[in-house]
């Protein structure tokens, strides 16, 4: 579900940032007359737990539990029919399940389906699902496979029919989606300290690794004090937020950072399955079209340019400058990352009202008065030339999602498969799998699964027009006999492969923290066909080297110059290529000159070992 809320009267992320839960709580208190007198607790002057070291080993695997099992027929998976199936996933190589669901909800709200997101009592577990005694025995055993397991929370409210709203009714205030919304402005130290013990105890008395926030975090310091709750108890937490940009010792990482499956914009989209060099080029300020209109006080005139010299304003392009404002709506301090700044010539020597910058990704930014839609920026300098800055990177882990619930036919026609692979190696490889960032992926994705909707599941979020035509993937129901098909066994080998080999190469396909910008490079190349742009990644000790083909019905004949000197590997006689993938660990010995004429075949995508290949290369003793 996606849903941004934001109350004037609660502080802003900056405040967080710049000074401390401790003091953006006073400055509520301050903005409401009610206060948030106690909701800090004693955690005040703690310094925030760090992200734990196992984030960058994630690959998280979304699992909604009524139709990810159905042993007793649709919408009948539980916790011990999840627990049954953690060796295959185990096998595949998946590290952290979000479980999309655990609590006590109601089972038609949204698309006529169960659904995590229509929860009566986050305190409850919902007993169709299985016992306590249950629940913790399927995070006993995800433990003991080396599987973290993240709750999905949402933040917002509950349902109308919710017991809570009869028992603590000063709790709520208003509602969205249908349902009845938390007051989380109204000063209720009793709902924060409910709060903060609920989520507490699912991990002191669960083991839960972490949570993925719905809609909007809207009270980060509640967060904090439970993460800081799971540290003290010995039992490090992270949290992924849904669409607000990680906060230092809160958040770790953000879902939607980059999306494959749900439309952000032309460009983005394509360059993520095309040119994932490009994508690290856009994101870090050496190329990309921005567009700057400034509109002046004295008579409301307006003027623009754009960085390809269109229009009277001439932009510049400057690449990642100084730190000046954050990535969120509403915040205009700085975050802890540079900004992309922009120089803009021809400016008038007139009071400016505001101005507007856009890029070709659809975000935009604005000097006055932002809104949901925008974010802040900085202006620096006089006219006739001044700097922009507008920021691109947020705090936290880098993070791709290939596929989640919200695939649905409000982005498809009714009957077309939600999923976002659908059998295509070049896609989860080259796009997601082996890319520096968090790995997330719905299940079914990795044997190319069908989509098979539960019977009663409505195209509509509020039902009662299509019922049994739904195409949300919440409500898919996996298939496992797919699995003993051909075609769907040879995915799932292919995924658990890339896996492999992910986790085996970590050192060098490592994930940095705080946007730094990974190693990772565009390779020059020639080909039959269109691909892809190969990229190498690499270290001091060696590089990996990544191309695709995403067509389905040609091979593709690549000849690749690996450029040595630019990734700190020349000035050695033999280098050692290993086929990584799909070819099970031959190698080949070429000379240094032959490295500029390196030659390979990429077969067709959506088969066996197609689509994608990968390649280690070492200096040869």
């Given at each position: 579900m996606r849903r941004r809320s934001n109350n004037p009267a609660w502080p802003s992320r900056r405040d967080f940032l710049r000074n401390g839960v401790g003091a953006a709580i006073g400055l509520a208190m301050s903005a409401n007359p009610r206060g948030f007198a106690g909701s800090l607790g004693q955690s005040g002057a703690a310094a925030p737990p760090p992200s734990p070291q196992w984030v960058r080993d994630l690959i998280i695997y979304e699992v909604a539990p009524k139709g990810f099992t159905s042993p007793q027929g649709p919408e009948s998976g539980t916790f011990m029919s999840l627990k049954a199936k953690l060796p295959y996933l185990e096998d595949l190589g998946i590290t952290g399940i979000?479980?999309?669901?655990?609590?006590?909800?109601d089972s038609h709200h949204f698309f006529n389906i169960w659904s995590a997101y229509a929860v009566i009592d986050i305190s409850k577990l919902d007993p169709s699902l299985g016992s306590p005694e249950e629940f913790r025995g399927l995070i006993d055993e995800a433990h003991r496979r080396g599987i973290k397991i993240f709750l999905d929370v949402v933040t917002h409210g509950v349902m109308n029919n919710s017991p809570l709203i009869q028992e603590h009714p000063h709790w709520?205030?208003?509602?969205?989606?249908?349902?009845?919304?938390?007051?989380?402005?109204?000063?209720?130290?009793?709902?924060?300290?409910?709060?903060?013990?609920?989520?507490?105890n699912y991990v002191t008395e669960y083991g839960v690794d972490g949570y993925r926030i719905d809609t909007a975090i809207l009270r980060p310091d509640l967060w904090k004090r439970i993460r800081e709750n799971a540290a003290t108890a010995g039992h490090e937490i992270a949290i992924f937020d849904e669409v607000n940009a990680p906060i230092p010792g809160v958040t770790d990482f953000l879902q939607h950072e980059n999306n494959i499956s749900i439309p952000q914009s032309p460009v983005l989209d394509e360059v993520l399955l095309q040119d994932i060099p490009g994508f690290y080029s856009r994101k870090f300020g050496r190329i990309g079209h921005y567009k700057v209109v400034i509109q002046y006080a004295d008579d409301g005139s307006r003027v623009e340019g754009s960085s390809d010299a269109q229009g009277a304003l001439r932009v510049h392009l400057n690449g990642l400058g100084s730190d000046k404002v954050s990535r969120t709506w509403d915040d205009r301090m700085p975050d802890g990352v540079p900004d992309i700044e922009l120089t803009?010539?021809?400016?008038?020597?007139?009071?400016?009202?505001?101005?507007?910058?856009?890029?070709?990704?659809?975000?935009?930014?604005?000097?006055?008065?932002?809104?949901?839609?925008?974010?802040?920026?900085?202006?620096?300098?006089?006219?006739?030339?001044?700097?922009?800055?507008?920021?691109?990177?947020?705090?936290?882990?880098?993070?791709?999602?290939?596929?989640?619930?919200?695939?649905?036919?409000?982005?498809?026609?009714?009957?077309?498969?939600?999923?976002?692979a659908q059998g295509s190696r070049s896609i989860f490889g080259y796009s997601c799998l082996f890319t520096p960032m968090i790995p997330l992926f719905f299940s079914g994705e990795e044997f190319n699964a069908s989509f098979r909707s539960i019977p009663w599941a409505d195209a509509h979020i509020y039902g009662g027009k299509e019922p049994g035509k739904g195409t949300w993937l919440y409500g898919n129901m996996l298939d496992w006999s797919e699995l003993n098909d051909p075609a769907h066994r040879a995915m799932f080998e292919d995924v658990k492969k890339m896996m492999a080999v992910r986790k085996r190469e970590a050192g060098i396909l490592a994930l940095r923290p705080d946007q730094k910008e990974p190693a990772l490079m565009a390779v020059p190349h020639q080909t039959d066909i269109g691909v892809p742009v190969p990229y190498l990644c690499w270290n001091q000790e060696g590089a990996i080297l990544v191309a695709g083909n995403p067509d389905p019905n040609q091979d593709a004949r690549l000849k690749i110059q690996i450029p040595l000197n630019k990734i700190g590997l020349a000035g050695h006689a033999h280098y050692k290529i290993t086929d990584l993938w799909p070819g099970g660990g031959e190698t080949t010995i070429l000379a240094e000159g032959d490295m500029k004429n390196f030659s390979c075949a990429v077969k067709r995508d959506t088969t066996p070992g197609g689509g994608l290949r990968v390649f280690k290369i070492e200096p040869n003793p």
């Open positions: 979000w479980l999309a669901g655990h609590a006590l909800a709520f205030r208003g509602g969205t989606w249908g349902m009845t919304d938390y007051d989380w402005y109204g000063g209720h130290t009793d709902l924060d300290d409910w709060w903060v013990k609920v989520w507490s803009v010539e021809g400016v008038a020597t007139r009071p400016i009202e505001n101005i507007a910058v856009s890029d070709d990704e659809r975000h935009q930014w604005r000097l006055h008065g932002v809104n949901d839609r925008e974010r802040p920026l900085a202006l620096e300098g006089e006219p006739p030339s001044v700097k922009l800055h507008v920021a691109t990177l947020e705090p936290g882990w880098p993070s791709i999602q290939l596929s989640c619930h919200d695939n649905h036919g409000a982005r498809r026609p009714i009957g077309e498969n939600p999923y976002a």
